[in-house]
């Protein structure tokens, strides 16, 4: 779903409960540097909104390409500089 941290309780995400740190941060540190990511998260709230619209946009009309994107956030202001 990109990035997102998940919700709390079962909506974590599960994609990195078991990682290493170190592996991690290494992934971490190459989507940065690759601009997969870009350093900022979506809400998971708003995320669920946009799938919940998708889904529920009739019949009328379709969606062939969505991107919902995170805008950069001083939460992760530090994982930029790498």
């Not at 290493?20 to 989507?31: F, M, N, S």
């Not at 990511?37 to 969606?63: P, Q, R, Y």
């Amino acid at each position: 779903m990109g990035d997102s941290l998940g919700g709390a309780g079962d909506a974590q995400t599960e994609f990195n409960k078991s990682w290493d740190p170190d592996a991690l941060e290494a992934a971490i540190r190459y989507w940065m540097e690759n601009k997969y990511m870009v350093g900022g998260l979506v809400d998971a709230e708003h995320l669920t909104e946009v799938v919940h619209s998708v889904i529920h946009c009739g019949n009328s009309s379709f969606i062939p390409y969505l991107t919902l994107a995170p805008r950069a956030s001083d939460a992760v202001k530090e994982l930029r500089q790498w």
